[in-house]
């Protein structure tokens, strides 16, 4: 599966959208690009995936870039629950296929 | 939607005893189910991948005979940590699939704390 880079960390404003960039620049064709996020001390949550086409879910917006080498999940209006580390993942759909973790990006919403 | 339960979400055990954390698939069957282990303020690394009937498969340096797991049913995935020592003290994570379903289900983790 292919790598990808994340930031560190961002700092966001309670009510306002959150940008979160992936860069994917070795995915394959047959890559989805998958966002998880993990709050403190729990499993990882599904967040949204896709393949080429920008998706948007009750949750967030995901933005493919149209050569598909990065994307940016967005959270819409950031509460301070949102406050996780999120994590991307490019893997081909498969159900066993395994998903392998980067180093995410710490998202802490503020006051 | 899916639900992916772990038992117990935390167990402190002596150095040298064993302890087995339980992974089921609440509501769809599960062929195959994934062990990751999380240390603190590291990301998730993947263990083993847990097959139905079959033996599991292990990542690289991961120790098969430290971490068995046993696949026993299509709901039921278990981890078990032989002769724990303190450096085994981690937070452990199963995840599942549910056919026709894109991505998996995590369960909400399990705490071993090993003294």
């Known amino acids: 599966d292919a790598k990808t880079t994340q930031p560190t960390s961002m700092d966001c404003a309670e009510g306002r959208a959150a940008n979160l960039p992936c860069n994917h620049s070795t995915i394959s064709g047959n890559e989805y690009v998958y966002w998880y996020r993990q709050i403190h001390s729990q499993g990882p949550q599904y967040i949204i995936h896709?393949?080429?086409n920008n998706e948007t879910n009750e949750m967030a917006s995901l933005i493919i870039t149209e050569d598909r080498k990065s994307s940016t999940l967005i959270l819409p209006h950031a509460t301070l629950r949102d406050t996780a580390v999120y994590y991307c993942i490019v893997r081909v759909e498969n159900n066993f296929n395994k998903f392998y973790f980067g180093s995410g990006t710490k998202l802490n919403v503020k006051p | 939607g899916a639900v992916v339960s772990q038992h117990p979400s935390w167990v402190i055990c002596k150095s040298g005893t064993s302890v087995k954390i339980e992974c089921r698939s609440l509501d769809f069957q599960a062929t195959t189910m994934f062990w990751y282990r999380q240390f603190p303020k590291q990301s998730l690394m993947l263990m083993a991948t847990s097959n139905e009937g079959s033996k599991a498969t292990y990542e690289q340096g991961v120790e098969k005979d430290k971490f068995l797991i046993n696949h026993a049913s299509l709901t039921l995935s278990t981890l078990t940590v032989t002769s724990a020592h303190p450096e085994d003290s981690s937070f452990y994570i199963c995840?599942?699939?549910?056919?026709?379903?894109?991505?998996?289900?995590f369960g909400s983790g399990t705490r071993l704390t090993v003294v």
């Open positions: 896709g393949l080429k």
């Open positions: 995840s599942a699939n549910e056919p026709g379903m894109y991505g998996y289900t």
